[in-house]
């Protein structure tokens, strides 16, 4: 994933609707795919995984989507909640335990 | 099961000073990875360890070092500390670290601010 610099890239919906948040990585050859959520003063977080030969998977609340033809992720959070404002980042494992992230997206939900 | 844990929380250091900062990973844990994260540069992979010994490495300076103790335990250090150094340092860790799909847990970082 590039980094998108100092300006995180934010994403504002209202509670109950459905979020979406994008990401393109860099890597045609990654095999495996990670969205992390990171709140304030933490570390980041799992969230779900996605393996190269997959398009979709679902988690509770959560559905990542994959298309490697454009190299795009997409993490899609269901019935958005307050307490799931937080920056999302993608990361991808190519080796081991060394993560390339992306550069994040902050997601603000409005009560 | 107790987390990622790192120490200290917050760190005050002056330019050319040198700091070490510590993690210890969940206990059944083998594999430590360490990322630097900044606003201009985001989460950047800085090293991992398995068995006392650095497996991977990320594109640093020399002046970033780790080491790992028989207890999986892992320090990293930063020395003649410049101004650019002033980040979130996250440690990560896992049960191996060889397969690609196993979860890497992160602890709450240390924040180190360089004046």
């Known amino acids: 994933g590039e980094s998108v610099g100092l300006h995180l890239p934010t994403l504002s919906v209202q509670e109950g609707d459905n979020s979406i948040i994008n990401c393109a990585y860099s890597n045609s050859a990654s095999d495996y795919f990670i969205w992390y959520k990171q709140e304030s003063g933490k570390g980041p977080q799992f969230i779900i995984d996605i393996r190269s030969n997959m398009d979709k998977r679902q988690g509770q609340r959560v559905t990542v989507l994959l298309n490697k033809t454009v190299k795009h992720l997409s993490l899609q959070i269901a019935a958005t909640q307050p307490g799931d404002s937080a920056v999302y980042f993608c990361?991808?494992?190519?080796?081991?335990?060394?993560?390339?992230f992306g550069g994040g997206t902050r997601l603000m939900v409005k009560p | 099961k107790a987390g990622v844990t790192q120490t200290p929380r917050y760190l005050i250091k002056t330019r050319g000073q040198q700091v070490t900062l510590s993690c210890s990973p969940i206990s059944g844990h083998r594999s430590v990875s360490w990322y630097q994260q900044t606003p201009g540069q985001g989460l950047q992979f800085l090293f991992e360890?398995?068995?006392?010994?650095?497996?991977n490495k990320g594109n640093f300076p020399g002046r970033f070092s780790g080491r790992q103790f028989s207890n999986s335990r892992s320090e990293m250090n930063v020395s003649t500390l410049e101004l650019g150094d002033s980040a979130l340092y996250l440690c990560?860790?896992?049960?191996?670290?060889?397969?690609?799909?196993?979860?890497?847990?992160f602890g709450p970082g240390t924040r180190l601010l360089v004046l």
């Open positions: 360890y398995f068995s006392e010994t650095q497996r």
């Open positions: 990361a991808e494992n190519n080796a081991g335990n060394m993560l390339t």
């Open positions: 990560a860790s896992s049960f191996t670290g060889t397969r690609l799909d196993e979860t890497q847990y």
